[in-house]
């Protein structure tokens, strides 16, 4: 999720107001595709995670909490507070939360929109949140002694562990610098491997593992990083800009990237704002965008048995949408079937 907010007309979805867009990559192919809403009434929803009964989790970054739809109704599974933001099955079952802090928020043309850091924002965290019993525990709030400031969106790696991004925080007259991380999540471990960015947003891994892909909110770039080994990058060759990703896709123009996801033939899907989803193969060619109806279209998954079901978070009008795409979703790392999340909760900090 990014921290930027903007002025755009509004359309409607069924009977909710949403946003209108109209500013695709004319040169490129734009695919229009029928949405179905799943839910509406959701506080910001983002990191939509597919569960293997067919229900969805969501964070509410707004809301402070994650949270379970199934049959277009939501259960809380915990209320985490400070601004749940990016979400992950790990291989104990449990779901992994990018906590950012806080925002404050305000209401326009009948969208949610976040703005600066919120007033008892207290740092970053990573949290793992038991999903039969509610209970979320807080994993790490630094990095040996670098703080996290808010962690933003998480991968987990064939190994076991995670990697996530820093997106920082932008205050009123300033701006943090982001990072990308690599932890396990028992606790035990966490390192930086990727600094700076510049607001680092959507994560993903490639089929086959090697090439680690990392968007950028305000540039609006994509970076590809070579994967040495768990939590470890190449470190051959230095671009201009003195790090070591190669530009896979700059779009240019007055776009953000948000989120991101890849499907099985290696293609990332980017989260769009104001456009929808941009898909890029890996050599760099933007292939198609899909528009979506809210400028602040924010993370996607893919579902189904086929992989080819797509939930998108339409987080300014509070809308989990979903529609029937003709790529297949590559099948994340997580080795566990999910169990179902309950309404009990409890939160054990350190």
Request: aromatic fraction near 8%; charge should be neutral.
């Amino acid at each position: 999720m990014c921290l930027l907010s903007m002025h755009f007309s509004a359309c409607r979805l069924g009977n909710q107001v949403v946003t209108f867009i109209g500013d695709c990559i004319q040169s490129t192919g734009v695919v229009n595709v029928k949405v179905r809403q799943v839910i509406s009434g959701l506080r910001f929803p983002e990191g939509p995670v597919a569960l293997a009964d067919g229900s969805v989790l969501v964070v509410e970054i707004a809301g402070g909490c994650l949270s379970r739809i199934a049959k277009g109704q939501k259960t809380v599974v915990t209320q985490t507070g400070g601004g749940p933001n990016g979400a992950a099955l790990g291989p104990d079952g449990r779901c992994y939360i990018c906590n950012n802090g806080g925002f404050t928020w305000r209401e326009r043309n009948g969208s949610l929109l976040p703005g600066v850091t919120a007033a008892d924002y207290a740092g970053g965290r990573i949290e793992a949140v038991d999903l039969t019993t509610g209970t979320c525990e807080v994993l790490y709030r630094t990095c040996g002694d670098i703080p996290l400031a808010g962690p933003n969106d998480i991968v987990f790696d064939r190994h076991g562990g995670f990697w996530f991004t820093d997106h920082g925080h932008t205050h009123r007259r300033t701006r943090d610098r982001g990072a990308v991380y690599y932890a396990q999540p028992d606790g035990t471990s966490i390192r930086q491997v990727i600094f700076p960015l510049d607001m680092p947003n959507g994560i993903g891994l490639s089929p086959d593992g090697k090439t680690l892909y990392v968007s950028e909110t305000l540039t609006a770039r994509l970076w590809a990083f070579d994967v040495a080994g768990p939590g470890s990058i190449g470190t051959d060759k230095r671009n201009i800009l003195g790090g070591f990703g190669k530009l896979c896709f700059g779009l240019g123009g007055l776009h953000l990237f948000d989120s991101l996801a890849v499907d099985a033939d290696g293609n990332i899907h980017v989260a769009t704002i104001p456009v929808g989803i941009s898909v890029i193969d890996p050599g760099g060619k933007l292939l198609e965008q899909i528009p979506m109806p809210d400028a602040f279209t924010t993370n996607l998954c893919f579902a189904g048995t086929d992989h080819k079901t797509v939930y998108v978070t339409l987080s300014s009008t509070g809308q989990l949408v979903a529609f029937d795409g003709s790529r297949r979703g590559l099948a994340l790392h997580t080795g566990i079937d999910s169990p179902p999340a309950t309404e009990s909760a409890t939160t054990r900090r350190h």
